[in-house]
């Protein structure tokens, strides 16, 4: 089956800690995106990447790091910088400005 | 101003009606206009995707593009149970990148 995979579902961090979040997708799509979704906000994006080992800043990049080593995986760590890390973080692939596929997400809870 | 505006609900209707969600955008340079559908945990399905001012059927799903007036709206005929989800219209352009921007969404609950 074809699609995008995030882990884990749910993740908790301490304090001061890094956590990276997993994107896998088997579409063969080169784009890739990061979104955090708030309540009430909608998505924001994070960072996106149009082909591997590119990369650019999205609307709220600050306490973020993404790789794109490999065309299939793109990677984000949640920093100690973010200071308000608790959200829903959702990864999306496309081939073209018309089809973005999203995965399933993954709640990152402080605690 | 946002360069999306959507409202967000929530919405309630009775099954079987007709629901009608709507946008708004700015700037005219977007050209692509999608609906996604996220039920309550769970990622952003796609529902339609339209680049052309007029209508698009899918189903019991019509998205509806104004480009004149910057306006796009998404119907549900016979609404089910099933729909009660929130609704994103997203719109999307091409120069140089692959960019979307999405509105904040609309919560619908289609009451049995």
């Known amino acids: 089956d074809g699609g995008i995979t995030q882990s884990p579902k749910y993740l908790f961090r301490k304090e001061g800690q890094n956590v990276t979040l997993s994107c896998e997708q088997n579409?063969?799509?080169?784009?890739m995106y990061w979104y955090r979704q708030d309540p009430g906000q909608g998505l924001r994006l994070i960072y996106y990447?149009?082909?591997?080992?590119?990369?650019q800043k999205g609307d709220i990049a600050e306490g973020y790091s993404v790789s794109r080593e490999k065309k299939e995986s793109f990677p984000l760590t949640v920093t100690s910088a973010q200071k308000n890390p608790t959200a829903f973080y959702l990864c999306?692939?496309?081939?073209?400005?018309?089809?973005?596929?999203f995965g399933q997400g993954t709640r990152l809870t402080v605690v | 101003q946002k360069e999306v505006e959507q409202d967000p609900g929530p919405l309630s209707v009775p099954e079987g009606a007709i629901v009608s969600l709507n946008c708004t955008y700015s700037n005219s340079a977007f050209q692509y206009f999608m609906w996604y559908r996220q039920y309550s945990r769970k990622g952003p399905e796609l529902l339609m995707y339209?680049?052309?001012?007029g209508n698009k059927e899918d189903g019991r799903f019509t998205a509806q593009v104004d480009k004149s007036s910057k306006y796009i709206s998404l119907f549900i005929r016979d609404s089910q149970p099933s729909d009660s989800a929130t609704y994103l219209c997203a719109i999307g352009a091409t120069s140089g990148t692959y960019k979307y921007i999405f509105g904040t969404g609309t919560r619908l609950k289609v009451l049995a």
């Open positions: 990447s149009q082909i591997v080992n590119d990369f």
């Open positions: 999306a692939s496309s081939r073209s400005v018309t089809e973005a596929f």
């Open positions: 339209t680049y052309s001012s």
């Open positions: 579409l063969n799509h080169d784009a």
